[in-house]
């Protein structure tokens, strides 16, 4: 039985907008937890050692009783419900309040390796038991597979572009072109930089544009885009922009 749309809509934005999505107001990640992730994220990957520093660093202190996650683990799949979506025959997933969730900790490492107009950098994201907070840090964090990425630097705006993928500088550049064009076509501003584009391994990516402060949010559409698998990897004319309809089919097939 295949997956109602509007759950193929949530899944395919979400797998979008959560890499590495940075919070506007986060609290920073504690000083001793910040050190015992890094001695995690160094011994899987040595070369994070020659990072200067941290771009950005958010944490979620987490709620509920010391141990309530393994419970909450044993009944996944009572941790979201269906009920109804305006406008859709299949509805929306609300997910209730938290009653418990692990603390968690974003770390977004500066760049550590630059060539010509690119640099590399790494996100990964940490997550430690609920434990009574009588307890000082640090706390016993385990860490997802770490993510790599590369800021880019273009000529035509101070905003570097982060990304999530393999492009290049050629195509970059096609897509924050074709991308402004079709920002214009609905009456958008078609000065805003470039700030974000997410590549993924079936053949669709986003460019995500973003105000003065190089940030992204919803007064900006995101642009849709699909390859053309007929093309040269690395044509500049390989990637078309399509609308969120066609990507999110070409997402479930």
């Not at 692990?102 to 690119?118: H, L, M, N, T």
């Not at 974000?196 to 460019?207: D, E, M, S």
Request: glycine share 8%.
């Amino acid at each position: 039985m295949s997956a109602p749309r509007s759950t193929l809509v949530v899944l395919a934005l979400c797998s979008v907008f959560a890499q590495g999505q940075q919070q506007k107001h986060p609290l920073p990640v504690p000083k001793m937890d910040l050190t015992a992730i890094k001695g995690i994220l160094v011994r899987r990957h040595p070369e994070l050692a020659a990072s200067p520093g941290y771009r950005y660093t958010s944490f979620n202190p987490g709620v509920g009783e010391p141990g309530c996650e393994r419970t909450l683990e044993s009944k996944a799949k009572d941790t979201m419900r269906w009920v109804g979506m305006p406008g859709s025959p299949e509805g929306k997933i609300e997910i209730p309040p938290p009653t418990c969730s692990k603390p968690v900790a974003d770390i977004y490492f500066a760049p550590f390796r630059e060539s010509g107009a690119r640099s590399m950098g790494a996100y990964a994201r940490c997550y430690a038991p609920v434990t009574d907070r009588t307890i000082p840090p640090p706390w016993n964090w385990t860490c997802d597979e770490v993510k790599f990425r590369e800021y880019v630097h273009l000529e035509d705006q101070s905003c570097t572009v982060t990304l999530l993928g393999d492009l290049s500088d050629a195509q970059i550049r096609r897509f924050k072109e074709v991308g402004l064009s079709d920002l214009a076509k609905d009456g958008h501003d078609a000065s805003v930089p470039l700030v974000k584009v997410v590549v993924h391994p079936g053949g669709q990516a986003v460019a995500m544009f973003g105000d003065g402060n190089c940030r992204f949010g919803d007064s900006i559409p995101t642009v849709f885009f699909l390859a053309d698998r007929e093309s040269e990897p690395e044509a500049p004319t390989k990637w078309k922009v399509v609308d969120a309809d066609q990507w999110i089919e070409s997402v479930g097939r």
